[in-house]
């Protein structure tokens, strides 16, 4: 059960990574406002497969 606990906590902190790389390449490349990155966000996460909706969800790590 810790492994699984231990592989959850892995893959939150991938997928935060993840999501604040393509917040700054946003930010960068397209000079977008934070109205406009929360809103690509929004979209990206939107699309993503259900497990993966669920890590970027969970608060504590």
Do not use: C, G
């Not at 231990?6 to 946003?26: G, N, P, Y």
């Not at 934070?34 to 669920?54: G, S, T, W």
């Amino acid at each position: 059960m810790m492994v699984e606990e231990m592989a959850d906590v892995t893959f939150h902190k991938s997928m935060l990574i993840l999501q604040e790389a393509m917040r700054a390449s946003v930010k960068t490349i397209f000079h977008a406002t934070e109205k406009q990155i929360q809103a690509v966000l929004a979209d990206f996460v939107n699309r993503l497969p259900q497990y993966m909706r669920d890590a970027l969800q969970v608060s504590t790590v």
